[in-house]
């Protein structure tokens, strides 16, 4: 009733390919763009920001760069975490040595450097094929975290190795350091994450998308039909560490605004994205956003139940807190293997033909 | 069990319902996560302190202490999620026991107008109080404790370092690199041989680390490490029949945790302390008849006494004498956190004050001022003694290398001025 295609005629060849096909789907998605462009900013608080909006948003951007490699090119990654730490120390190098320029271009040139370096973890891509190539990225994880702990170079030789971020600007307005409004902030991140979420979604329909999920299904059969896998494959490392740099430049810049490597982007970190994709759903742009909602805010939602809610002891809820996300996870998974973004797909099925189904 | 969920509910409303008391305090403790062990007796000691004030004295000044505990688990982004919750809640001041945590408030709390009390870790040049108005670490830093480690090499020698070799073994960390550049400072002043050994977290593998102080046979070996690395690493100094006498830890690296696992192989092993050991203060007695006897104890109740939970008890201790202070100043009983700032900068610890705290002789005694946040730097070297089972003091409390010292806090916190822009001054 609510979901359907019927009466919705495309007259044109580009009504017929945009990303939202179905008209519910499409004004739904108006819908929560407009409460999140126009809505959200006017009723946040630095709490519901600091601890629930930029975590969501720049986890999603993590989750869409991984799920990019893993979900839709097939190239497993333990190396998140390592990108991320690459991604906020590129940050914090170019918003020190140039002060001036807009902190916006600082973000989208970190996730540039990103992508070089990942290219360069990806080239053993080329030879090396699912575990074996989990091992070769966990090798980046850990060269890259040593390397920026090593080097003093990286932070700007401060006593203790932190990087902190200084107050930085995007059209007069401050979206790093402390005195920072929590709407610009919030708004920042939004349009990161818009954006990254529209060329993801863009490039793995088009031709791109097209070749990675080729590489994926087989990749053999991929070189036979014509694809290259020397450039679907690096291009997957490319555009997904670009964005994974994004999420990390904002995770230091915004977000936390000091970092330790090793606390930070250690191994948990990309633990913690795989978990993201694997749980939202490989190859799924949606699945990337529900997978970052449900890690992120699910702890933050479980802590204010127990502990504000019913006044429990803070270790027992924390324990609990263990317990329930990982039950969730696992029950999550035995009952649907494809994700939530599987169970969100069942659901618009299932819309389709309510209330008649046969 | 409809009912117990029922009944649960509403213990917690009831048990929530102290909520209305005046005066917040905030506990950023871990019980869990890989430094549980080290932060659950200082989570006791600093809750036990402050239901003690509320059952003995009705409070501070008359308003009852509320204390907001909130679980970090040593991790910076439940750092946040904790410190925006309490933030709304009129918290006084902050300890974040963490290192990590510590350096994303100071620009944080600082905007907020809400202090923070790093004591004994944290950012060291924060002693510089014209440049972080907000930010306290009194009583001694890690370079205060560097430096004192390092005096105490120097008593045991005859005043005389040189040509010896000394080792760090560190946690790879920020908090495991503050006090390098202090003991590169003092390896050039009294011309020993300082080697450096980053262990990463957590800390569970050293193995390399002990081979290589195993070959270069180094004289002395300094820790700074926390958590589970403090037992690995004495079980490996044990393991390498490394004199204990020569080995010593930082106060995050003296905690009965750390030792008992090595069992009587353990003995003679040394920690820097900033404040006493031991429960035999009549603050103790307090505790046992209105906070263990009243079914009040923090957590398992089974810390009482131990070097943490005394540090915990110490820094309750240092806040609730800071509000004191800023009630007096003020005039009011209900105190903001600006107001809270106030106290803590002129707070003045003497021996009277403690000794009738039921704390004589626990801690050193130091005046706070907005030029120094970070006390005198006053540490002490204790001793396990393994077949007693417990610490004792070996040395007084001893100042730090202040001419070594106050330089590196002028140039770091000059940086940290220069990065954000900040007009050192007291006004």
Redesign the interface.
């Known amino acids: 009733m609510f979901y359907r295609e019927a009466g919705d005629f495309k007259t044109s060849y580009q009504d017929d390919n945009q990303t939202f096909p179905i008209k519910f789907d499409r004004y739904r998605y108006y819908a929560v763009l407009f409460a999140a462009f126009a809505v959200i900013p006017f009723l946040v608080n630095d709490y519901w920001v600091n601890a629930i909006f930029l975590p969501f948003l720049i986890y999603s951007i993590a989750a869409i760069g991984l799920n990019i490699l893993v979900g839709y090119c097939g190239q497993v990654s333990l190396g998140t975490g390592g990108f991320m730490a690459v991604g906020a120390y590129a940050v914090y190098k170019l918003m020190t040595a140039f002060p001036d320029v807009s902190f916006a271009i600082h973000v989208v040139l970190a996730g540039g450097v990103t992508a070089i370096v990942g290219v360069m973890f990806g080239l053993p891509s080329l030879r090396i094929k699912g575990f074996y190539l989990a091992v070769a990225t966990l090798a980046a994880q850990f060269f890259l975290v040593w390397l920026f702990n090593r080097v003093p170079w990286f932070y700007n030789y401060s006593a203790s190795g932190q990087i902190n971020a200084p107050v930085r600007t995007v059209f007069g307005v401050e979206v790093t350091g402390p005195t920072a409004e929590p709407w610009a902030v919030y708004l920042f991140c939004l349009v990161f994450l818009t954006l990254c979420a529209i060329i993801a979604r863009n490039l793995t329909r088009g031709s791109v998308g097209r070749k990675w999920m080729a590489i994926r299904d087989m990749d053999i059969a991929a070189e036979i039909i014509g694809v290259n896998p020397l450039t679907a494959k690096l291009s997957a490392f490319a555009v997904s560490s670009f964005f994974v740099g994004i999420s990390g430049a904002l995770f230091f810049g915004v977000y936390l605004g000091a970092v330790e490597v090793g606390e930070a982007f250690g191994i948990n970190k990309s633990f913690l994205v795989l978990f993201m994709i694997i749980i939202g759903g490989l190859g799924s742009i949606f699945g990337s956003f529900a997978g970052a909602a449900f890690l992120v805010l699910l702890p933050v939602l479980l802590k204010n139940v127990l502990v504000s809610g019913l006044g429990w002891p803070t270790d027992l809820a924390a324990h609990l807190e263990f317990m329930i996300v990982g039950g969730l996870i696992v029950t999550f998974l035995i009952l649907e293997p494809h994700g939530l973004a599987q169970l969100w797909r069942v659901a618009k099925e299932k819309l389709r033909l309510w209330p008649f189904p046969h | 069990m409809k009912r117990t969920l029922i009944t649960?509910?509403v213990?917690?409303?009831m048990?929530?319902a102290p909520a209305m008391a005046e005066l917040t305090f905030t506990a950023l403790?871990y019980?869990?996560g890989p430094y549980?062990a080290n932060g659950?007796p200082f989570a006791d000691g600093y809750q036990d302190y402050f239901t003690l004030l509320n059952e003995r004295d009705g409070g501070i000044g008359g308003e009852m202490v509320n204390l907001l505990?909130?679980?970090t688990?040593y991790?910076?982004?439940k750092g946040?999620?904790c410190y925006?919750?309490t933030?709304?809640e009129g918290a006084l001041v902050y300890q974040p026991l963490s290192?990590?945590i510590t350096?994303?408030l100071?620009?944080?709390a600082?905007?907020?107008g809400i202090p923070v009390h790093s004591m004994g870790y944290g950012?060291?040049?924060a002693k510089n109080g014209e440049v972080f108005r907000n930010i306290f670490n009194y009583p001694a830093n890690y370079w205060d404790g560097a430096s004192v480690g390092i005096k105490h090499l120097l008593d045991i020698n005859g005043g005389d370092l040189s040509g010896k070799k000394v080792a760090l073994v560190y946690h790879?960390?920020?908090?495991g690199?503050?006090p390098?550049?202090t003991l590169e400072e003092a390896a050039k002043k009294h011309g020993f041989e300082l080697s450096l050994l980053?262990v990463?977290?957590p800390g569970q593998e050293q193995k390399s680390q002990w081979l290589q102080i195993r070959r270069d046979r180094p004289d002395y070996v300094l820790m700074w490490g926390w958590g589970v690395m403090n037992q690995v690493a004495i079980q490996e100094a044990v393991n390498i029949r490394f004199p204990m006498e020569n080995f010593i830890g930082v106060w995050w690296s003296g905690s009965e945790n750390d030792v008992l696992p090595a069992g009587e192989k353990a003995h003679g092993y040394k920690a820097l302390t900033f404040h006493n050991v031991g429960d035999d203060f009549p603050v103790f007695d307090d505790i046992q008849k209105y906070v263990v006897d009243g079914g009040k104890a923090a957590?398992a109740g089974d810390q009482i006494g131990t070097a943490l939970y005394n540090r915990g008890l110490y820094a309750a201790m240092l806040a609730a004498e800071a509000a004191k202070t800023a009630q007096g100043i003020h005039g009011v009983s209900d105190i903001t956190p600006a107001q809270m700032r106030d106290g803590m900068e002129n707070l003045v610890i003497t021996e009277e004050k403690m000794a009738s705290l039921g704390l004589p002789g626990f801690g050193p005694s130091f005046n706070v001022s907005c030029q120094n946040h970070g006390g005198d730097g006053m540490v002490a070297v204790s001793q396990w003694d393994a077949n007693a089972g417990k610490w004792s003091l070996i040395t007084d409390f001893v100042q730090s290398d202040q001419d070594i010292l106050n330089p590196l806090i002028d140039e770091?916190s000059a940086?940290f001025a220069a990065?954000?822009?900040i007009t050192p001054g007291c006004n």
């Open positions: 649960a509910a213990a917690g409303i048990a929530a403790s019980r869990t549980a659950i505990e909130c679980e688990g991790n910076t982004e946040v999620e925006e919750s933030k709304g290192t990590g350096y994303q100071i620009p944080k600082t905007a907020d950012r060291t040049s790879n960390s920020a908090y690199k503050e390098i550049r980053p990463d977290h957590g770091d940086s990065e954000n822009n």
